[in-house]
Each structure stands twice: as structure tokens, then as C-alpha cells.
């Protein structure tokens, strides 16, 4: 079943306003604007905007032009996609599961669940009811496939219903090749081909097979299903699969305290959220997950809520943690006559297996903060997180861009192994350091060297390992490197490369250059 919302946006700011259909400003000429290079544009426009000849994507100067007394709000597309979100939660009550249409549908699967409402015709009725109830406007149709059901649904009859034992083509031969739900430009090559109705497109590919052939041949080289008619029919048909992701409903942990009596003290303070803590670790602990970011909200006798949240390295549910983190963020709480109501949820958690605890872990429990996510917690309650980096992995074979320095609290970690058979030193420079080869060997190491100011004399050798140069992100003209990883006879040893072979035809002679050392 499709359920498409022709008015999300309008539907949404007038619910907001607090007007019913016809009301207020709901009755005069409305757009919903947003900013853009050349200047205001129209996103949504209601009944009335529309009757006066104006639409979507029209800029305001014109729009003005055509509607001197227009009425423009800012739109708001985060707030509608999270209106939609709601929405098709809450449709979940016809089906097993629903998926978003963004940006102003859904999907909902009713396999099976037409009989609980008497019907599929009783079906589109309740959700007609249901979300007349609500004050939206909204257009349903239920078929085979989901593409088919959102071609009825915006191009179809109100309430249409496709049947399985149907025939399918023929019961979708006077819509639009719109219905395909293709980007405007392929539909405009389709109208310039004489392609407008998807009857038409149809007996291209049934007539001829050099027809889908053509069709083919146009489009193949466009990935996306939206840019290629062929996979939208076969899809709209049900001669493929369209994979769709179903929206699931996921609670965060929330425990709360009302007190009896306000309280104004911090001693009272830390024994409530104490308690919190502790009841926040059993509600984790049942669910395996381990919380990386907590609010907690205070609310005052006289209204006022006091938000106060962190993040933290590592997941985690100790509750004496919890405690010690949150309580650097009482310095600054002003209790005014007293607090009735304390909330602590967790807005962000993550899986956390249960571990098995020993005899030896006591004084580890006791001592709060030895282990490293710890340390980086407590850091950036002090410090902020910002002020806290740690070296991740990069996907880069050259050393220098093989790591990089991000947040310490991201999750964002990279899986990448160069797998380079000769191990890397330690500590790698920031930059690589010439150095001056004073003798070479024929086999092309250097048997002495000086760097800075200091000469050295080669015992041992081992490499070359031959790294090339990112050629998808540098000039052709950047030259290859030979490492090579050496002891001089003082039994230190570098790592050291040859920037360029002789003769490459990339510049002079090679350069040489130490970019790290080894402990």
C-alpha cells in the first residue's frame, strides 16, 4: 500500500500554526520558500497558490508577480522528514512493517493484514478516516508492487486497488511515463522520443526486441534504477525485486525520578543520579547494549529544565563512571527553589557483551578511570572533546597519509591493511628529511650518509620495498620510492627511501630522504 502525503509541508505548517483546512492564512494564496544562489524559490505552495498559477520551484520575484498578496514561510525540510518518520511509524498499525517514500510518502506492506479490516476497499477506507482524523491530505492505492502502488497513488484514482490476478500492463497503460518515478531528464529524452505513456513504453519493449535494444543502449550507462526506464517498468511490473528498508522503531533507555519533595542540595543531587545510574546499567545490561552519549534533564519547581549531556570513548554502563563523569557538570546547576523531576536517557548506545567478571577486577572497579576510555572520558569532561584527537587508519599505501588524526569519541575506524611483508618504524617524521648519500653501492643502496651534520656508515640492508606514487590523485610527473631499512655501526636503524630511479625520465637524479626511525 502507498500512502503519498500531496501536502506534507503545508499539511505540517498549518498543523503547526494550530489551523484547520480552509482557516486563518490556510485560506489565502501560501508558499513555503528556501534560499538559493539566485535567490528565494518556492518548495511548497497550498490549494489557493496553486488555483493563481503557482508551483513548486518557481522563484519568488515570479511568483510575486502572478500573486502580488502570497504569503512565504521559511520551509523546513528537516522537520518534515521527521514528520514523515512519525508518520510512518504510526502506519505500522496496517502492516508488518513500513518504509519511507521520501519525501512525502511511504510504503506499507498489507500481505496478509487486508482481512483484519474486512478488505482491502475497508483497508483504504480506515486509512483515509485515520488520517482525515489527523487534518492531512493524503492519496492511497494498494497493488502487486511498490511501484506500482505508487503510480496509482500519484497518478491513479484516490483509493485505487490493483489486484494480483489483474492484468497489470494493461491496467497501467494510460499513465504517465512520470509514474516510473525517473529523474526530469530521462523524462524529457523519453518525451522527445514520443514515449508519454507507459503503455507506450510497453509496446516498445513487446513490439521489437531491437526496441529494448535501443532503449537499452541509451540508458546503460546510467547506474541508478531513477535514470533507467527499463529496470523502473520491469520493477513496476514485478519482473525484478525493488529492495526496500523497512523503518524500525528503536527506543532509548529512560529512567526518571519524581520526588516527593524538591531538592536543593548537592549531596541529595548526587544520590538521586546514583540511583539513576544504576537503574540506566540494568535497563542496558537487559537490552546488551552500553550507552556513548547520556542527557540528563532537571526540572525545576518554577518550569525551567536544565539539560546537561556527555559522550564517551567507549561504550559502556558502569554506573560509578557515570557518576564521576556527570559529576563536573554540577559545578555550574542553580537549583532556584528547587528540583521536582530528574531524567536520564541514553540518546546514543551501542551492542555490549556481558563480560565475566574476576576476583582481581575489584581494585580496578575501585580506582575508576585506569583504562584508557576512561581517561579520554574524563579529559573531555574537563578539556571538551574537541581537544582530544586519536591517530586512525587511513587507506593510503603512502606512510605519510596512512593515518590521520580524528575525534577521540568518533566510531569511524578503517579496516585497511597495506599488507606490506617489511615492518614500519615506530616513530614515522612528518615530513621526510633529505639527507645526503656520500657513497652508494651498485646495487643501489647507500653505504654512507649524512644527516644533519652527522655522518653515518651502513651495516646492514635490507629492502627495497617499492611504493608508487597515488596515481589517482597526483600529477604523472611524481616519482616513485624505494625504502629501505638500514643499520649504521652504531647499531641504529632507519628508514630510508630513494625518491625516483635514474633514467625514469621524471627529473634528475634521485633524492634521497629518511622518513623514520626505529626504537
Known sequence: MAIWLAQLSVDRWRLSSGLKRGEGADGSALALISETAHGPRLEAVNDAARDAGLHAAMMLADARTLCPDLTVCPSDPAGDLETLEKLTLWAQRWGPWSAMDAPDGLIVDVTGSA??????????????????????????????????????????????????????????????????????????????????????????????????????????????????????????????????????????????????EPIRHRSLLDQVLSDLAQDMARVLEGQGEGARRLELGLWRVDGEVIVRSLEMAAASRDPAHILRLFAARFDDVDAGFGIESVRLRASWAEPLDLAQADIEAASEEKSLGTSLAACVDRLGVRLGNRAISKPVTYPSHIPERAQRHACALTSESHSYNVGNPIKRPLKIFDNAEKIAVLYASPDGHPQRFRWRGQAHNVARVEGPERIAPEWWRERSTVRLRDYYRIEDDAGRRYWIYREGLPGDGRGGMPDWFIQGAFS
Open 115 to 260: 482481512h483484519l479490516f474486512g478488505g482491502e476497499d475497508r483497508l483504504l477506507a480506515d486509512v483515509a478516516e485515520r488520517f482525515a482524523a489527523r487534518d492531512w491530505i493524503v492519496r492511497t492505492a494498494i497493488a502487486p508492487t511498490a511501484g506500482a502502488a505508487w503510480a496509482l497513488a500519484h497518478y491513479g484514482a484516490n483509493g485505487a486497488i490493483l489486484g494480483s490476478d489483474e492484468d497489470m500492463p494493461a491496467r497501467l497503460d494510460d499513465l504517465p511515463v512520470a509514474a516510473l518515478r525517473l529523474d526530469s531528464d530521462v523524462l524529457t529524452v523519453l518525451r522527445r522520443l514520443g514515449l508519454k505513456r507507459l503503455g507506450d513504453l510497453e509496446r516498445v519493449e513487446a513490439g521489437k526486441m531491437t526496441g529494448r535494444d535501443a532503449l537499452q543502449r541509451r540508458f546503460r550507462s546510467r547506474k541508478s534504477p531513477a535514470s533507467n526506464p527499463l529496470v523502473r517498468m520491469d520493477q513496476l511490473i514485478g519482473r525484478v525485486p525493488e529492495p526496500l528498508v523497512p523503518l524500525v522503531a528503536r527506543t532509548m533507555p529512560l529512567v526518571q525520578r519524581r520526588l516527593v
